[in-house]
């Protein structure tokens, strides 16, 4: 009864917890970390201690593959050698770095033992990078970077670990009891190969299995079902063999969730991103009100320690400043080797300077550097000391860098991603799209007898309207993908009412009730994001820069010349959405979400390639041959 009492109470006030960090615009990991703390020291509250093995085996898989799965194949190759700078050589960095100021600080303290510690600090965490750096909206590249490297970094961490405490003399905590073996180079070299190499076999041995089921799975449950299963099987399976069950569920997520969208139907991967978003919410957010409930148990577990309070404060707080001075220390130099080829020209592109600092400020630590700690013997020296010197720098970095974050981002000047440039790359990408599936339908040549092939050009073509129409830019004016949204919404309020009244009478069976509602639900979810992120546009502006054809090459941005109207239109007395003004004459005309579409009917008469929006705030480019946007 009271387990399932704290589980309960766990779940309850994450859920008070982050909705208090939601109304007061704070991140809920800091919030949890800070409520956590304050609960510790409260009188008759149940006391909960981390169990290494608890974090490991049962929270870390799930957390990795939640991450994984969500983390772009495409992104993370592009940015794989920063990611294997920082994951590999940044935490061994930072290791010797802590190792040697512990040495320096506890008397007595072992080289092996001391690096075992340094080892446990240095991963920033998967949890807190991407809880923290999407929730302030950090350049995409930077939250790519840290995803993947805190994805990876535990690998190099628990290794280094187990390699360091076997150099000590001890046994990692519930990892191989007492027998402890000889430590050379060569066994550490081969630790890090088998680890990796083992890892990524796996994962992709599991990828392929779980990809020959889905091919004969379509029944969502049975497919949802199956990815819970995939990151505890793949962790496990490495352990097994030594190898890293990190890497082992990274590489499995990373390929599961680049194939999806040819392995599984849409319903699988709707209820799949439902699940995985739910999971991780819950755990991720219980995880650091755990981290937060641990501290007044550390604390007085150090009371007891032979080191004055001055001595371990000093521990503490050194520790604290050297994992992200270490860290700053070393993306700076490793910029430069990071620099990257512009285009086939000789120049590399050296990231900016405000990027690296934040790229630097930016490595929380988390859960699994405290769950790594408890992996320490515990008849290991210090270990109370070294306990805390793990809590305070996951709770000093989560506050400390997490707080802060926000204000550097605004006072470097480093944009967030803009939701206009999303709402262009969207439109455009969509008109690909579009253009390749009305060429398939072309070449089916079927006779449109029931006027089937004309309500699918109609419909294709409001959807793209809808994608070009979010870049409006005209305040307090309502376009025709906005009122349409507002009225069917109104219409499904109906619909769903009356739907429940018939529920109500008993007429009809409850299975068809509770698909026409499940129906409605689709439709209304699809429309409020839609209304979200129409939202969310209205305070952007377009300026997207983007690859270009010939056709955009020889057309630049010029200044709109416009008086605010579709001339044609007015001149028909009709209506229009938004202007266009082709840069080879300069007519201005309606865009095609606009009854008379002046501007492609232009084109179609023509033949002027390119034309720019004459809207204010928008410097964007259309070529009407590539469909592509600069």
Not at 203 to 223: C, I, N, S
Not at 225 to 236: E, G, K, N, R
Not at 341 to 354: F, Q
Request: net charge negative; proline share 4%; aromatic share 6%.
């Amino acid at each position: 009864m009271e387990i399932a009492l704290l589980l309960v109470s766990l779940a309850v006030s994450v859920l008070a917890v982050t909705a208090v960090a939601d109304r007061i615009d704070i991140p809920a990991p800091l919030v949890l970390i800070v409520a956590g703390v304050a609960v510790s020291y409260v009188p008759g509250v149940l006391e909960v201690r981390l169990e290494a093995d608890v974090v490991l085996f049962g929270l870390l898989p799930p957390l990795l593959y939640a991450t994984a799965i969500q983390t772009s194949l495409v992104d993370f190759r592009a940015n794989l050698r920063t990611i294997l700078l920082l994951s590999v050589g940044l935490v061994v960095f930072t290791a010797a770095g802590i190792a040697v100021l512990l040495h320096a600080l506890l008397p007595g303290l072992g080289w092996g033992l001391a690096f075992a510690i340094g080892a446990v600090v240095a991963p920033p965490d998967a949890v807190a990078a991407t809880a923290v750096g999407r929730r302030i909206g950090l350049p995409r590249r930077i939250t790519t970077i840290l995803e993947g490297e805190s994805l990876l970094n535990d690998a190099t961490a628990l290794v280094s670990l187990r390699t360091a405490l076997a150099a000590g003399g001890l046994a990692a905590h519930g990892h191989g009891g007492g027998h402890v073996e000889e430590v050379t180079a060569q066994g550490v070299a081969l630790d890090f190969v088998v680890a990796a190499g083992g890892g990524v076999l796996v994962g992709l041995l599991a990828f392929l299995v779980v990809a020959f089921l889905r091919r004969k799975l379509t029944d969502p449950l049975m497919d949802t079902a199956l990815s819970l299963i995939v990151p505890y099987a793949a962790y496990v399976g490495a352990e097994e063999i030594s190898a890293s069950g990190v890497i082992a569920v990274v590489v499995a997520g990373l390929l599961l969730g680049h194939r999806a969208p040819i392995l599984q139907t849409a319903q699988s991967r709707i209820a799949e991103r439902t699940n995985w978003r739910t999971i991780a919410f819950v755990l991720e957010n219980v995880v650091f009100l755990l981290i937060g409930l641990q501290a007044a148990s550390l604390i007085e577990a150090v009371e007891e320690s032979d080191l004055s309070g001055t001595r371990v404060a000093l521990a503490c707080g050194l520790s604290l400043v050297g994992v992200i001075v270490l860290r700053l220390a070393w993306v700076f130099p490793a910029r430069y080797l990071l620099a990257r080829n512009v285009g086939d020209h000789e120049a590399r592109a050296v990231p900016p300077a405000s990027y690296t600092f934040l790229l630097g400020w930016a490595g929380m630590r988390g859960v699994v550097t405290l769950a790594a700690a408890f992996v320490i013997p515990a008849e290991a020296e210090y270990r109370e000391v070294l306990l805390l010197v793990a809590f305070t720098v996951v709770a000093g970095t989560l506050l400390v860098q997490g707080l802060s974050l926000p204000f550097l981002a605004r006072r470097l000047d480093v944009p967030p991603p803009d939701p206009m440039d999303d709402a262009l790359a969207r439109a455009t990408l969509l008109q690909q799209a579009s253009k390749a599936g009305f060429k398939k339908l072309k070449s089916l040549d079927e006779d449109d007898l029931h006027g089937v092939v004309s309500l699918i050009k109609q419909r294709i073509e409001q959807r793209n309207f809808a994608a070009w129409e979010r870049l409006g830019t005209t305040a307090d004016e309502e376009t025709p993908s906005e009122l349409y949204g507002r009225l069917r919404l109104t219409m499904i309020e109906e619909e769903r009412r009356r739907v429940l009244a018939i529920r109500s009478e008993g007429t009809t069976p409850s299975v068809v009730v509770a698909e026409v509602l499940a129906m409605l639900d689709v439709e209304e979810s699809m429309l409020d994001r839609a209304t979200q992120a129409r939202a969310e546009l209205r305070t952007s502006a377009v300026r997207r820069p983007g690859e270009e054809c010939d056709h955009l090459a020889e057309h630049p941005v010029v200044e709109t010349v416009s008086d605010g109207t579709c001339p044609a239109c007015v001149a028909n007395g009709n209506r229009w959405v938004a202007l266009r003004q082709c840069l080879d004459c300069g007519h201005v005309g309606c865009c095609d979400s606009s009854p008379d579409r002046h501007a492609t009917t232009h084109f179609q008469e023509t033949g002027h390639t390119v034309m720019q929006s004459a809207e204010d705030g928008e410097e964007w480019r259309w070529c009407y041959v590539h469909h592509m946007t600069a």
